[in-house]
């Protein structure tokens, strides 16, 4: 058979393979669009109707905003001139009033005032329920629509009505936005010169680093806490995740290889049940360091998924409350006929116990969600707020640490080098139960 005959009978074959194609491609087509057809009709309506001109792009972004409301409370749509300010929150450091959001039950809580940030100095706790933002009510709100409402210009002020665990009556708070700083690393208390001081029991040699999120610098931080604990022949340590929101995975997977040398530390579970592993490397391991993890309703996300990850491995004993139950990962994704992006929830946390962090419509009901502690110790909301306004003077260095004894407050000033003993933190029940069990296992070995 001739060249030139084989060439046209390919051809031939091609046409009628499309052919073949045609109605399921069509058929398709026709799905689509009888799927969107009641969106274009409204369009064109509107156009038509509406007793305003309308702007295109303000209803093809408002569409968008719907359909990533429709699908849970941590997708969300990012119009072109949200990028920015979306990226550089992300990054690290911003403008805002720093709360992280969280929607347990279908209600929007603050799941942590970010330390140091405008919200934790007005007074916004953990567990806070928002029930409006500047007079709005924000009962049908995503996550990702509050996060917008928080943002805004440097000293520009938003109102904030909340509903404190507990409280009868609600609360207004007018908080001025400012930066909001994601130092990550602290210690127990400061010295004399104002510097962290990260060994909480001189005697038994137990360290102390409260990790307050996990951002860029968050282990470059926590290593250099941990090489001067070093130095002082460091045999256990507790490390505080209460409060914590959240944050990189990146730093989250870093922080259990410190203390994991081999193994699942965390897979990410799509919808098709595609896996991503991140595995320990047997690399400067601190394998035989005694641990004590905190958490608490305010501990999210990264930070689950180190405690989870280090309970699974069996590496150190978790204390506190039972964590918040976010673990779920979210894509950003650049529209390539839109300057603008979307926030995708497409994944799932596992952690090596096949465990699912995220609290879903599935497994709410159950104990296979966040993170239950293994030593349980409850703190009353006095005891809570205690810790958290103790915390917000020592890290703005109005005091060297403050303490409760039968209920009148001690502050010791930075100008002290004042020696910190096991029962000066005894206030803390959740603190002490985690130092009093180190304390024990290193009496044993």
């Not at 009353?380 to 409760?404: F, M, P, V, W």
């Amino acid at each position: 058979m001739h060249r030139h005959t084989l060439t046209w009978l390919a051809i031939f074959g091609i046409i009628v393979l499309m052919f073949m194609r045609l109605p399921p491609m069509v058929a398709k087509e026709d799905s689509v669009l009888n799927t969107y057809r009641a969106l274009v009709e409204v369009d064109a309506l509107a156009k038509q109707q509406f007793v305003h001109p309308i702007d295109d792009d303000r209803l093809v972004d408002g569409a968008i905003r719907g359909m990533m409301f429709q699908l849970d409370p941590y997708s969300g749509y990012i119009a072109p001139d949200e990028l920015l300010r979306f990226e550089r929150r992300h990054a690290g450091d911003y403008i805002g009033v720093g709360i992280e959001v969280g929607m347990p039950d279908d209600q929007p809580t603050v799941i942590a005032a970010i330390e140091g940030g405008p919200a934790a100095k007005a007074g916004v706790l953990a567990g806070d329920r928002i029930l409006a933002i500047d007079g709005h009510d924000v009962e049908d709100l995503s996550v990702f629509d509050l996060e917008r409402m928080l943002e805004g210009e440097r000293g520009s002020v938003v109102r904030l009505t909340l509903q404190h665990t507990g409280a009868v009556e609600p609360e207004l708070l007018t908080i001025e936005r400012g930066p909001v700083s994601m130092i990550s690393v602290r210690g127990f208390r400061r010295d004399s010169a104002g510097e962290w001081d990260y060994l909480i029991d001189p005697d038994g040699r137990i360290g102390y680093i409260r990790v307050s999120n996990f951002r860029n610098n968050t282990m470059r931080e926590f290593d250099e806490a941990m090489q001067k604990l070093a130095e002082t022949g460091l045999r256990g340590l507790i490390i505080d995740l209460r409060f914590n929101p959240g944050g990189m995975l990146e730093r989250a997977v870093e922080m259990v290889d410190r203390f994991v040398g081999r193994g699942v530390i965390v897979s990410t579970v799509t919808r098709l049940k595609a896996t991503w592993q991140f595995s320990a490397t047997p690399r400067n391991t601190l394998a035989d360091m005694q641990l004590a993890v905190l958490v608490n309703r305010g501990s999210a996300s990264a930070s689950e998924i180190v405690s989870g990850s280090l309970q699974d491995h069996d590496r150190g004993v978790i204390v506190g409350k039972r964590s918040f139950g976010k673990g779920s990962v979210q894509r950003v994704i650049h529209l390539k006929s839109h300057d603008a992006a979307i926030k995708l929830t497409v994944a799932y946390y596992q952690l090596p116990s096949g465990r699912i962090v995220h609290r879903t419509i599935w497994n709410r009901d159950t104990d296979e969600w966040g993170v239950r502690p293994d030593i349980e110790v409850t703190l009353t909301d006095e005891e809570i707020k205690a810790i958290q306004d103790s915390r917000r003077k020592l890290d703005s260095g109005l005091g060297a640490t403050e303490h409760l004894d039968g209920g009148a407050s001690q502050a010791l000033s930075t100008t002290q080098a004042v020696p910190i003993s096991p029962l000066e933190i005894v206030r803390d029940q959740q603190l002490t139960a985690a130092l009093a069990h180190l304390e024990e296992k290193l009496t044993q070995r």
